[in-house]
């Protein structure tokens, strides 16, 4: 089975090479006319199912067993919804020098997304760090998004492109905060049904992604908008975003040694509070920027295997460091190695769904 498992040197995992599959098979044959009409509407309702397993697969219990450490949540909280986004808008002074303003406009709102679920709880798992906290936070913050991330978009992004109104707030809680509610209401007859197919549910969330990223940057081909990106535009996207990795990186370690939490807890903070939900983001975006979700999602799209590829690296050594810290704390040296392979395993492909 481990030769089986997709290989970590790779620079690319499997599920974001489909993503950029999807935008070229976007870019060569975008939805027109009925086809769009029928592509739009099939990921308006891939959404909605998308947010209502969500809503299905988390454990009200936990996240509420999870408030006795509220010192964690709020720093974490803090971190996704204010640092961010005030991070987002100091990257305004890079604007006309690596952003142009409609990529600025998509890098302030990857600020504004929610944080991961599965790959905070991952890389946590690797590092020896607060796996249990790490749940709780990614879920927390999920919750909050969905008020969150409309409110900081209406006032932030009002007037830079983004097709806030009273309808997008409609729209969202339609689309997003209805079915997670019913899929919070229903778990209590179909969560175990869904908890035992979560491989193959697992395929309709990416699934689902898969078909909001081709409805959303077919209708940006259509719209004629990526005359606006050129290579030269890329390579400054990409180097303000790992800016801005960085930046968040250093500022939630520090932050949280500072604030006095154990390391186990630190490393929490650290995953948690310096990424960002591709799945939660997506179908944000094609709300609120209508024909111009294509382009504002970009950030997002190569924000989101930046903080993989060099959130793994860093997991792994502070797993090493507590190793060595500590060879005699475990009992059976081949319990955890099992563990952190199917954690791996699980990050590598991309899923921050719960």
């Not at 940006?220 to 290579?231: A, D, F, N, S």
Request: contains cysteine; aromatic residues 8%.
């Amino acid at each position: 089975m481990r030769r089986l498992r997709y290989p970590p040197w790779l620079p690319l995992d499997p599920y974001i090479a489909a993503l950029l599959g999807t935008v070229l098979l976007a870019a060569l044959l975008p939805a027109r006319g009925a086809g769009a009409h029928v592509a739009g509407g099939a990921s308006t309702g891939a959404v909605a199912l998308l947010f209502f397993l969500y809503g299905v697969r988390l454990s009200t219990r936990e996240a509420m067993d999870g408030l006795r450490h509220w010192r964690l949540h709020s720093t974490v909280l803090a971190c996704t919804f204010v640092l961010f986004p005030a991070l987002g808008l100091a990257a305004h002074v890079l604007v006309p020098y690596l952003l142009t303003q409609q990529l600025w406009t998509g890098l302030l709102f990857l600020c504004l997304v929610p944080s991961t679920i599965q790959s905070s709880i991952a890389f946590t798992s690797i590092a020896r760090g607060n796996v249990a906290a790490a749940i709780c936070a990614g879920s927390f913050s999920s919750l909050a998004g969905l008020a969150l991330t409309p409110l900081l978009a209406a006032v932030l992004l009002d007037g830079r492109g983004a097709g806030f109104s009273l309808d997008s707030v409609l729209g969202i809680v339609l689309q997003l905060l209805v079915p997670f509610v019913a899929g919070q209401l229903l778990r209590r007859w179909i969560g175990g049904f869904v908890l035992r197919h979560k491989k193959v549910l697992g395929l309709v969330d990416r699934g689902s992604i898969l078909l909001v990223v081709y409805a959303a940057f077919s209708e940006g081909v259509v719209g004629g908008i990526w005359h606006l990106v050129t290579p030269l535009r890329l390579l400054g996207l990409l180097l303000s975003e790992a800016l801005l990795l960085a930046a968040m990186l250093a500022l939630t370690s520090y932050g949280a040694r500072r604030l006095g939490f154990g390391r186990a807890d630190r490393i929490t903070i650290v995953f948690a509070g310096s990424k960002k939900s591709l799945a939660a983001g997506l179908p944000m975006a094609t709300v609120l920027f209508g024909a111009q979700a294509g382009l504002a999602v970009l950030p997002l799209m190569l924000f989101h295997q930046m903080q993989l590829m060099v959130c793994a690296v860093i997991a792994k050594r502070w797993g090493r460091q507590a190793e060595a810290a500590a060879p005699t704390a475990t009992s059976a040296p081949g319990t955890p190695a099992r563990g952190v392979l199917v954690h791996s395993s699980s990050a590598a492909r991309g899923d921050d769904s719960a």
